[in-house]
């Protein structure tokens, strides 16, 4: 076994691996960026090296320098977790070029199923079903077009390098053809290198179905069942389980039969997952194999028992299997939640101060998490959180928990995508079992936040005000202040959400403090406190609330599943009172995030209709496009092709059409 073994990564998946480490007695070693100094995977390492910028390609995917950080730390093995070098075949062979072990399969099996066109050709060999489609090398577009009409409407463009969505888009007649590849392709450039692209019939209403395999170097590979990973947005999974509700016993056994036969066929050793999709009619096609380990393979470990980073980790070290096939059996049923700072509506990245980050607890929960209170979401990464991980004995009750802890999960000072994982936790299809890829498009999803705060998280405010605001605890604290008397004069406080002003009045009670807000009266108290919590009896009944200020000074509330923002209002004046008093001519459609303007598809001067695309944003390599909220003419496009903007940069200047 290794005495030592660098981690090629970043957040929650360096944290999974380093404590896997710990529990094999093996010292993990890691590697930084100059924004993740005091990130938690560096302080939780034994020795970690910083490698360069910020950036990934100065950092995390700069081979050479992270296997000169692993010679100059003493390891002998490179875990490279899942993202930046995992499925990098140069970097596994320049690993045992160097004298280190790559923890993941040969460069031969991560080339041979590394591109979708190479891996789906290996599948049809090994006699595993694939989609009807066009892989072939001819990659113009009269070719694409031609082979677009035989396979027929609506299909799918995919970037043959990658996956998470990236240089993917659906096309639903052929007039959208020529500007969807044009998207696709730029796309895959950008994010893998490579432009290359196939074609594959779309299934209509599919399931997005797993089999996690486990292979030695002597021969024997297992799969360890199925996870269910059909909730998407962006192509995206952000909610995976295991079983799947949809498979029988004979077709997880067929399924799996399938994934070790093309394991076998591209020469894999270690874990990888194969991916198919399953149609109504229970027949089942390959997607694609995935050479590494999955975000979701937490739903795996929790129905098996079996650790897959330790294994992986005994596999490289040449390790055999002990279990066969017939000895894998599964019990009870696990959920994973993806935790994104993200806006639940329309899934874009959000970056900022984590205020306050504090996970449920509890039988059948784990959470595995990158980042902890106080740590930054920055542009260069990957936006996830954390993971949520629920099990119990049956999938009823393992979503009745999900729902459960998903409330119980306090974020503040960051938007989240916590209101669409409730949301779609809390619909009846969810609960019936009835997913497939779809689901967020087909069912309409409520995820606004509450328009008002409740009266609770006003009351919590006014004592924490009162509790923790040092002027306030200073004076209410003097014995011999009016206020502090029962009958003292009532302490006026005010705060706001949004453009409401909310103003309650205190007063000191028998125990506690009397509040009025003009409409309700409360008696209320903090019958305990903590960091980042405090426990409120309101009326003889309690409350726990989770509270942060952000870097601006505003209170941060989270209570029963939703979070607040309220700040002290500012006074009037003339100038705010006029800026307020009319609309404008003109509108400027902003950048929703840092990133490269890729491309300008209209001219300053141009009359464009509602919903004409007008810009394309690259950020985190995906590309988002802006569109006109109304007619109206195009007034200034500060921003050429190609330039760099900061988030909230005006990218076009509409004027509506009179």
Known sequence: MFKRILIANRGEIAVRVIRACRELGISP????????AGALHVRLADAALLIGPAPATQSYLRSAAIIAAARELGAEAIHPGYGFLSENAAFARACAAAGLVFIGPPPEAIEAMGGKIGARRIAQEAGVPVVPGYDGADQRDARLLAEAERIGYPLLIKASAGGGGKGMRV???????????????????AAFGDDTVFLERLLLRPRHVEIQVLADSHGNVIH????????????????????SPALSPALRARMGEAAVRAARAAGYVNAGTVEFMLDAAG????????????????????VTGLDLVRWQIAIAAGGRLPFSQQEISFR????????????????????GHLALLDPPLGPGVRVDAGLTTGDEVTVHYDPMIAKLVVSAESRAAAVDRLRRALDDFAVLGLTTNLPLLRAIAAHPAYASGDTHTGFLTEHALDVTAPATPPGEVLVAAALAELQFTPERRSRESDPFAERWRLGGGALPLSFANGSTTYRISARRGNDGWLLDSGEE??????????PGELTLELDGRRERMRLARDLEGALLLAWRGASYR?????PLNADSAARTGGGHDAASLTAPMPGTLVKVLVSEGETVREGQALVVLEAMKMEHTVVAPYAGVVRRLPYGQGASVAGGAALV?????E
């Open 521 to 530: 009266r409360w008696s209320a108290r903090i019958a305990a406190s903590g």
């Open 653 to 657: 200047d509409l004027a509506p059409v």
């Open 566 to 570: 309220l700040t002290r209002p500012a």
């Open 171 to 189: 096309v639903n007649d052929p007039a959208e053809f020529a500007a969807a590849l044009e998207g696709a392709r730029r796309e895959a450039r």
């Open 224 to 243: 360890l069942g199925e996870r269910e990973c059909s909730i998407q947005r962006r192509h995206q999974k952000i909610l995976e389980e295991s079983p």
């Open 29 to 36: 070693v890691a590697v930084y960026s100059e924004v993740d």
């Open 332 to 351: 009870g049923h696990a959920i994973e939640a993806r935790l994104y700072a993200e806006d639940p509506v329309t899934y874009l990245p959000a970056v």
């Open 283 to 302: 027949q089942f096609y390959f997607l694609e194999m995935n050479t590494r380990l999955q975000v979701e393979h937490p739903v795996t470990e929790q």
